[in-house]
């Protein structure tokens, strides 16, 4: 595997190129056509990497995980890329940055009387919990309560299954924010054009233990929780001092 960070070149802004591309970066799923596009050598394999959008001087920068090494147009990309093979062990301690989609699964009845799943946002369905509770507004928890409360249970147990644990008071979840955008319908649908698709985000960082890490090091390779192919589920590491 490999970890590579991604970042446009500083004279980037004289290259045509950069204009045509600079409307993606707002639009998740233009996003993800971009990253694609850094491993066009093989239009036909599958997914094999992870990525998360951050920002560096007011330029667009990304950290990919990927089976293969990214490449680029030089004109407009710097790109660093290093083997990545962790090296872990029970008990280690470390400083951890995540961006997930946390969610929750419902189950209720459609009209028909037939069991229905729904997908939620942990924040969503916290807050329609609430409603249904009849909870006096004033005693009402803030947004960003809700979302270190429920973030952090969402991510306490993903931890259960993919080698870590966390505690209380060592994570911090911030940066809730929910996102639209339009996707193509897949080849072998019967319906045309495009559906809208709906993304809510937490940034968790803090310190984990390693429990397994075996289990720890495939979550890194392969992303914690949904909409890993939209800039969801890559979990940077440092040893913790």
Known sequence: MYLSKANLKPDVVTNKEFWKLSKDFGDSYRVHRVIWSLFAS???????FLYRQDEKNGFPLFYIVSEQEPEANADLWHIESKE????????????????????????????????????????MDAKTRMEKEIIPKNKKPQVPEIVQKEGFEWLRKKGDNNGFEVEEGQVIATGYRCSRFFKPKEKNSEAKGKHSVNISTIDFSGILTVTDPESLTNALYKGIGPAKSFGCGLMLIRPAR
Do not use: C, M
């Open 42 to 48: 093989n239009p036909d394999k599958q997914r094999d």
């Open 84 to 123: 990545y093979r962790p090296l872990l062990s029970t008990g280690q301690r470390l400083v951890f940055s995540l961006r997930a989609n946390p969610i929750v699964t419902r189950w209720d009845e459609d009209k028909n009387g037939k069991p229905h799943q729904h997908r939620h946002d942990v924040v």
